[in-house]
């Protein structure tokens, strides 16, 4: 298996552009996870989904950001306006089953960077 | 709530061991660890879940504490390979909840 694939993998944008995430996560794997890395805040949880359906959105920070995943096989997360303080690398991460029960394989991330 | 970790940061010689500890102010079911080497992605090291139980592989082992609500990380005999920053993710399972929350990361360097 390729394991979790996103994609850009680099992304530089100006300040008000809207940018897209993209995700395809491992086949099987029931569970899509989006993550935020920065150094102030570490890796945080975003929102999650199971078999497709949004669980907890709890972690998107406003309204600019949105993630949907129209199938099984892929899942995009979009921030429209982008802004300064977006820049961070964000991760997909794919499991099995629960969270907290199964292991959780991240793809290699998206670095962006808005200016 | 974050659960927090502590060293932030520790320096061995090849061959050293360390302890990495991960503690939570909320009851804990579950508790991960992750490795994650400089510009990738985190990988996922082991589970540990409500009972109190040790699990390890090779050199590399953990313990979790329910009642004190906390997990360590044990790394012996260090490689070269161990580098990199340690987080452990909580999971509070109540049969609701599905989502870890990640520590504060400890990074480790291990020297010749």
């Known amino acids: 298996d390729a394991g979790v694939i996103q994609s850009p993998r680099h992304e530089v944008t100006e300040m008000g552009q809207e940018v897209t995430l993209r995700c395809k996560p491992i086949?099987?794997?029931?569970?899509l996870f989006w993550y935020r890395q920065t150094m102030m805040r570490g890796l945080e949880l975003l929102i999650y989904?199971?078999?497709?359906?949004?669980?907890?959105d709890s972690g998107m920070p406003e309204d600019r950001f949105s993630a949907k995943m129209p199938n099984a096989s892929f899942s995009t997360l979009k921030i429209q306006p982008s802004e300064p303080r977006d820049s961070a690398v964000y991760f997909c991460?794919?499991?099995?089953?629960?969270?907290?029960?199964?292991?959780?394989?991240f793809g290699p991330g998206t670095r962006l960077t808005v200016t | 709530q974050q659960p927090v970790q502590s060293p932030q940061a520790v320096i061995l010689r090849e061959g050293e061991d360390a302890v990495i500890n991960c503690s939570s102010s909320?009851?804990?079911?579950?508790v991960h660890w992750y490795r994650q080497k400089h510009g990738e992605a985190p990988v996922f090291l082991m589970i540990?879940?409500?009972?109190?139980e040790q699990k390890g592989h090779d050199k590399i082992s953990a313990s979790f504490n329910e009642k004190k609500q906390q997990s360590s990380l044990y790394l012996t005999a260090s490689q070269l390979s161990y580098s990199g920053t340690y987080f452990c993710?909580?999971?509070?399972?109540?049969?609701?909840?599905?989502?870890?929350?990640f520590g504060t990361g400890t990074r480790l360097q291990v020297t010749l």
């Open positions: 989904f199971n078999n497709n359906v949004p669980i907890d």
């Open positions: 991460a794919s499991s099995l089953g629960q969270g907290e029960l199964y292991e959780q394989y």
């Open positions: 540990l879940l409500k009972g109190g």
């Open positions: 993710g909580t999971g509070k399972a109540t049969g609701t909840a599905s989502k870890l929350t």
């Open positions: 909320k009851a804990l079911y579950s």
């Open positions: 086949s099987g794997h029931d569970y």
